[in-house]
């Protein structure tokens, strides 16, 4: 599932794919990392936002708040979770994301991206946090699924993956339309290759 993101193509060629105004435009990205702001689309255009959520109301066995922060919630239980009562749809596109495996000291990051080189959109979930002395942070969670072919034998989790198509039908269609979304990219469609020249505590 994504645990990092990169991102390095022009802003303005997914704004054209989305049929939206342009954002902002920003310097390639090629480590992008939860609890930074990552670009998401929601059915107002594209915006930024606080990658990983603080679920308004969710609580512990003793009723108090959790705070833990979610990067990826589970596609199968997110209509259903009381934690996901109120949150919103968006979508987050990236050119890829990294997997890691192996041993600790010596794991092998992974490259993952579209077979075709195009972007690919993530399927995600946003709200609005309310903190202390009023603030508030845009935050949003990407989804995730069984794995396809491709990844399996990196994580046996995946990201909800959407067909420019399909953006649309995730941001506003039914529920019943949206749960036919979740499920793992054809296999075939991902290109697997080891991580080269990241700078993995910088952008």
Known sequence: MPGRLFLTRDVAELAAIAGVAAPEPEEPRRNIQPGQQVLTLTTHGFTRMRWGMIPTGRTNARGRP??????????????????YENMHR??????GWYEWTGAKGRKTAWDIRSDDGDALWFAAIYDIWSGPGG??????????????????D??????????????????????????GLFRSWPDGRLRVTAAKDVDWSGP
Do not use: Y
């Open 66 to 83: 959790v705070m833990e922060t979610i990067i990826n919630a589970r596609s199968e239980t997110v209509f259903d979770k009381t934690a």
């Open 135 to 152: 603030i508030k942070v845009p935050q949003v969670a990407t989804l995730t699924c069984q794995p396809s072919g491709d990844v399996r």
């Open 154 to 179: 990196i994580h046996d989790r995946m990201g909800v993956l959407l067909s420019p198509a399909e953006i649309q039908l995730w941001l506003t269609g039914d529920q019943d339309a949206a749960r």
């Open 90 to 95: 968006a979508v987050v596109p990236a050119d």
